[in-house]
């Protein structure tokens, strides 16, 4: 059951807004669903960029095989909800050398490798420290997917090494005393609801994977498939068919596992968005209403410095309103609204003609599928409001997930300088 507006509103008085809530029964039934479809087939690796919040790593903890992770610090979050680093694989472009010797400290399951260099980084630190880094090798495919909101690959990328040139450099992987190749990684990109492109994906996957695995003479431990999972973001779109894609992936999965040299490999589903983004809501009040040549503008107290995906401005090619819903009148009469934010730039629009339920100053909005890439991947500190609280919905209990530093207005003293707490 979503949460109710009767709820949000409660909290909206309580503690102001803008504000996120995650619905935890939620996150958990997305969980509950990926298994019941793929539970015999692949484990679920957990992006945590997706939505690194504490609260939020606790609660996915049980359900995930593994955390990815894209910094040092990230590491560090998932070991502070008292995760065995074995379950970390650190996937990334442009890893400091530091974090790639603090992964190596930390001995981590898998670095996943996205150059030869990093490899060579990585190799150096673990000899040093007397130890052999399981890698995983980021491949980058030759062609790439189709109907996928954002593609990384069949081009020039940052990421992972070209499947062109894996052959060679894997004979330098091989050379590396304090590597040992467990495996292979590949995400090519995301945010496609068509499940016979996703299936079609993942077997162009599974035929790299069978390639570089005997290339490297290796019966690898795990494979980890860079899922692209999408979420109905428009009015318009169908939310993603996983039964479809389970049906269009399963023979070639059971095939491949049937196979020597893959029988005892790990299949991972990678994904965030997916499995957080639904039960998540950014909550904003309407602080003021504006007639603007023939426009009703409403001014909302979020901006894209809350939610930069929102706003359109996360990877979108062709801006569109996302889903938004009037908790404080959902069944007053529609008309068509501009909803923009607080920040001084004409781009901090939320939503153009947008059909809602009259809204008024004071109301309350709530942005839907906002659970994944919202607070962390927003311009958070520009023109310095104080950053959305966050909430963890569990029941009827409400966890206060906020991690915000940055709500400095109670903070500033009067000299004018920050107040640091010891
Ligand atoms: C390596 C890797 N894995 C997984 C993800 C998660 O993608 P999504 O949240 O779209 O499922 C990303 C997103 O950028 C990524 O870079």
Redesign the pocket.
Known sequence: MAISNSKLVEIAAANGTPFYIFDAAAIRDRFAQLEQTFGALFGVSY?V??NPNLELLRLVDPFVATF?V?SYKEIERVLAIGCPPERITF??PAKREAEVRGAVEQRIGEL?VESLHEAEVASAHAVELGVRQPILLRINPASGPKHFGVSFSGRASQ?GIDEEEVGQALSRIAQLPGLELVGF?I?SG??SLNPEAIADNMTGFVRIFRAASEQADIRPRKLVF????GLPYGAADEPLDIQAVAAGVEATIRELKAEPRFQSAECVL?????LVGPPGLLVTAVVGEKESRGAHMRLCDAGFNNHLAAFGMMGTVIKRNWRIRNVSNPNAATDKYTLVGPLCTSIDVLATNIELPAVRRGDLLAVENSG??GLTASPTRFISHPEPREYLLDGETLVDATESELNYWAEIDRTGRLKRSA
């Not at 860079?226 to 999972?229: E, M, P, Q, S």
């Not at 990678?270 to 997916?274: A, F, Q, T, V, Y």
Request: hydrophobic fraction near 40%; glycine fraction near 16%; avoid cysteine.
């Open positions: 992006a960029k997706a990815d894209s996937s990334g996943v990421f990684h995400y995301t945010n860079g899922a692209g999972f990678e994904m965030g968005r997916w994944a890439y």
